[in-house]
């Protein structure tokens, strides 16, 4: 079972925040701030790249 925390940062409203890779779309998908409604696509969320990084594995069909 995999398990991890990635943070997330809105470009828009500069809230930050963690949350499970596992609950998040994958990282072409758009995903909306819950703190101002913005929309981007997810990847724009990670704050860094290790989490894009996590996101993407979370993601990622196995071979």
């Known amino acids: ?19 499970d890779p596992a609950a998040l779309p994958a990282p072409g998908n758009r995903f909306r701030c819950d703190h101002c409604g913005s929309e981007r696509p997810i990847a724009a969320f990670a704050k860094t790249r290790r989490g894009l990084d996590i996101l993407e594995s979370f993601h990622r069909q196995p071979a």
């Open 1 to 19: 079972m995999r398990e991890g925390w990635i943070r997330l940062e809105c470009a828009d409203c500069g809230e930050q925040w963690t949350a």
